[in-house]
């Protein structure tokens, strides 16, 4: 097991503790991305942005966002429900705070890197209000992507991988999983105890592939992610997976010109824009993925 500790962020004025990508892990199977922010009274408005080649994964544990996007979806999201977004070649989305919610924000922000088969398809989006939960008694567990417990998501999923809210209840826990995985636990609170180190919000523990077990001891609340590693190398930069950074500087041209590849969001925010890629522009400071 590695634990690695995230790096505090920042993403439309909300403080994120982003467990992936960190130096020393890149991916955990198809898993690329994750934000874990709050709990915080900062709403979490961004505006509209394009994404490629990635899924979006949203998740709240409490508060409320409304989705759009370029496909003309408008979805509230609360807790316990998934918003899976797939942006193959393109799309572009906003996340609003909603009026009516006024209490905290608490969830965590995921992108799965799309293969080589579907990163150039169709963009789609899927809402699931309605998702598996397996109770074993040492807590809950909710499947958000993938199959646990002998329970399968109805969530899309273009890869081997899983994705399972994990609501541990004080005491030992033990998950069977797949020995073809590698799997990573982030922490949203409490601390999960595991091999002998405790686990609490703001650090990752990465257990590699080739166990069937996973014990841990609550009480605490995370969430698993689990895959076969992903066989390609992946360039990302700002809001975008490729494999090149031809294939980024493209479609970072492709937003700022507007070319009608990432489509069109109807929201009050104002558009995320950015300038070319560091290794283009050396006087434009880059940007990390995902601001
Ligand atoms: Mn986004």
């Given at each position: 097991m590695v634990v690695t500790e995230s790096r505090v962020a920042t993403v439309g004025g909300l403080e994120v503790r982003?467990?992936?990508?960190s130096r020393g892990r890149r991916t955990v199977g198809a898993w690329c991305f994750a934000d874990h922010y709050g709990p915080a009274k900062e709403a979490a408005d961004i505006g509209p942005h394009p994404h490629m080649g990635l899924q979006t994964v949203s998740w709240l544990l409490t508060g409320e966002l409304l989705h759009l996007d370029s496909l003309g979806t408008e979805q509230t999201i609360k807790p316990g429900q998934l918003n899976l977004m797939t942006a193959g070649q393109g799309i572009s989305h906003a996340e609003e705070a909603t009026p009516q919610y006024k209490g905290l924000m608490h969830g965590i922000q995921l992108w799965v890197a799309q293969p080589g088969a579907t990163r150039d398809g169709d963009a789609a989006f899927e809402h699931h209000g309605d998702l598996p939960v397996a109770d074993g008694g040492a807590g809950e567990a909710t499947v958000l992507v993938g199959d646990f417990a002998g329970l399968s998501s109805p969530a899309r999923r273009d890869t081997e991988h899983v994705g399972i809210d994990l609501s541990l209840r004080a005491g030992p826990a033990t998950l069977e999983i797949d020995p073809a995985y590698e799997y990573a636990l982030i922490v949203f609170e409490g601390s999960v105890s595991v091999g002998g180190a405790a686990i609490t919000p703001g650090r990752l523990a990465y257990f590699g592939m080739g166990r069937d077990e996973l014990a841990l001891i609550g009480p605490g609340r995370g969430l698993l992610l689990g895959g076969v590693p992903f066989p390609d190398e992946l360039v990302m930069w700002w809001n975008f997976v490729a494999r090149s950074k031809d294939e980024i500087e493209a479609a970072q041209r492709d937003w700022s010109t507007d070319s009608g590849r990432f489509g069109e969001v109807e929201s009050h925010l104002k558009r995320v824009e950015v300038g070319p890629p560091p290794w283009r522009a050396s006087a434009n400071g880059g940007q990390p993925p995902g601001s």
């Open positions: 982003r467990a992936l990508p």
